[in-house]
């Protein structure tokens, strides 16, 4: 969803349990402070308060809508799903990291079959960067008590090309899982626009 749709959404939002006057007064603070609407949704409920002046009821509101649509995303895919392709893996990633401003890297452990097992937050970064390190990957991946696992990670700047340390990332991850008998069948990038695969894309 662009910003011109998320600024609609928010105006109907706060219409609804403020009323219209109180809505427009709020998008106006966000203008007069260069805050975006998907900016906005991703803050403490405390900061959205005291940015808009809105109450507290509808800044706890608004500050739940992009947590509670990852969560019906994600539940949409089951409790379990398939990730046995870069597509599957694509979408279930995308639900996870929907509305992320930063960088959220992940592993998951699949069953032989490619269903999730095991999933694991590996770092929380900045909007261009995190920090991964190949002691939590491991210990994750040996949590997990599988042999395939899957990474994947955000890219909020909307790129969907992996940088020269996301190549490296790859590189050094399978080298150190597959020292364990576990195999790192893809490192998935995505973005609200789409995914690739590093393995699969032949970055490596």
């Given at each position: 969803?662009?910003?011109?749709?998320?600024?609609?959404?928010?105006?109907?939002?706060?219409?609804?349990?403020?009323?219209?006057?109180?809505?427009?007064?709020?998008?106006?603070?966000?203008?007069?402070?260069?805050?975006?609407?998907?900016?906005?949704?991703?803050?403490?409920?405390?900061?959205?308060?005291?940015?808009?002046?809105?109450?507290?009821?509808?800044?706890?509101?608004?500050?739940?809508?992009?947590?509670?649509?990852?969560?019906?995303g994600v539940e949409e895919l089951g409790a379990?799903?398939?990730?046995?392709?870069?597509?599957?893996?694509?979408?279930?990633?995308?639900?996870?990291?929907?509305?992320?401003?930063?960088?959220?890297?992940?592993?998951?452990?699949?069953?032989?079959?490619?269903?999730?097992?095991?999933?694991?937050?590996?770092?929380?970064?900045?909007?261009?960067?995190?920090?991964?390190?190949?002691?939590?990957?491991?210990?994750?991946?040996?949590?997990?008590?599988?042999?395939?696992?899957?990474?994947?990670?955000?890219?909020?700047?909307?790129?969907?090309?992996?940088?020269?340390?996301?190549?490296?990332?790859?590189?050094?991850?399978?080298?150190?899982?597959?020292?364990?008998?576990?195999?790192?069948?893809?490192?998935?990038?995505?973005?609200?626009?789409?995914?690739?695969?590093?393995?699969?894309?032949?970055?490596?």
């Amino acid at each position: 969803m662009d910003e011109l749709a998320l600024r609609q959404a928010l105006k109907q939002l706060v219409t609804l349990y403020e009323g219209e006057q109180a809505a427009l007064a709020a998008l106006t603070v966000l203008d007069e402070n260069g805050v975006s609407p998907s900016s906005l949704f991703e803050m403490e409920y405390r900061d959205i308060r005291e940015m808009t002046g809105l109450s507290a009821e509808t800044s706890r509101i608004i500050g739940m809508v992009d947590e509670l649509a990852r969560y019906t995303g994600v539940e949409e895919l089951g409790a379990s799903p398939c990730l046995d392709t870069l597509r599957a893996r694509g979408e279930f990633f995308q639900a996870l990291t929907l509305g992320r401003r930063e960088e959220y890297c992940y592993l998951a452990s699949l069953s032989p079959r490619g269903h999730l097992r095991h999933l694991a937050l590996l770092s929380r970064g900045t909007l261009d960067s995190s920090t991964v390190y190949m002691r939590d990957v491991a210990r994750q991946a040996l949590n997990g008590g599988e042999n395939q696992t899957v990474m994947a990670h955000n890219h909020p700047s909307g790129s969907m090309n992996p940088s020269r340390s996301d190549v490296e990332l790859t590189r050094t991850a399978r080298e150190v899982l597959g020292g364990l008998g576990i195999e790192l069948l893809e490192h998935v990038i995505v973005t609200p626009g789409g995914y690739t695969g590093i393995i699969e894309g032949g970055w490596l």
